[in-house]
């Protein structure tokens, strides 16, 4: 018998998802994002770069802006207003201190109770090999969890005005291949797909399939493959780290 997925928590009210590049989210859980917003919960994105290296035909000075402006429109489609970028480099992301310090900063001035990321691990279910800036923010993130409650870790951030938030409750990760709850994807699939579709530039040279039919096939593909675990419904499958 298949291990069911457990709801996730609702007890909460803001959420910050942490993730590499423009698109990550679309990809993971856009349609749980529509959900929780529809139900008056406060979400923000931060992304550590602005996707400057993801397309091969555009210079990056000129990929960025474009990039950044196809994220915003993005959020926006699944109620998210507040979008900031770290600007760390696109492609070279390096776990550490300034990366964690980074993320630490934005989660005690955000104060979350949910901090939501993408796989960290090395692997996409041990197929396809992971980015290493998947990876790096990703366990970046995990452990800024932890170090934005501890006084002693960047006190430089207090100096800042940044005081210590030991809110974090859960960080899930999306894209994990060991999922152990999930959201309901009906009610935010529709506005999931036009949030994937406002990536445009970045599909069109993904892929020579329509893009509205590549966005739809591959984000209900998805919800209803978790489907069988969630009791028939479509979901969006998170594996969840409880703090």
């Not at 993971?28 to 602005?50: E, F, K, M, Q, S």
Request: net charge negative; glycine share 8%.
């Amino acid at each position: 018998m298949t291990e069911q997925l457990k709801p996730m928590p609702e007890d909460w009210r803001r959420a910050l998802a942490v993730v590499a590049h423009p698109d990550d989210l679309e990809y993971g859980c856009a349609a749980a994002v529509a959900g929780w917003t529809d139900g008056g919960r406060d979400v923000t994105y931060l992304l550590a770069t602005r996707g400057e290296a993801g397309i091969d035909t555009l210079e990056p000075e000129a990929c960025g802006p474009l990039r950044e402006r196809e994220q915003r429109a993005s959020a926006e489609a699944v109620g998210v207003s507040r979008v900031e970028f770290l600007d760390h480099r696109d492609g070279v992301i390096e776990y550490g201190i300034p990366l964690r310090r980074d993320i630490a900063a934005a989660i005690r001035r955000h104060r979350p109770e949910l901090v939501i990321t993408l796989n960290h691990r090395d692997t996409w279910g041990g197929v396809a090999w992971n980015t290493p800036d998947h990876r790096a923010v990703g366990r970046a993130t995990l452990d800024a969890a932890a170090d934005a409650g501890n006084r002693w870790i960047f006190p430089e951030l207090k100096e800042q005005g940044l005081e210590p938030w030991d809110g974090v409750r859960w960080v899930a990760v999306a894209g994990s291949s060991t999922p152990t709850h999930a959201v309901d994807a009906t009610a935010g699939l529709e506005r999931s797909v036009r949030s994937l579709l406002a990536h445009r530039t970045y599909i069109e040279v993904l892929t020579d399939e329509d893009p509205e039919t590549y966005c739809r096939s591959f984000l209900t593909g998805n919800a209803e493959a978790a489907a069988d675990r969630f009791g028939g419904r479509p979901a969006v499958p998170f594996e969840l780290f409880a703090r």
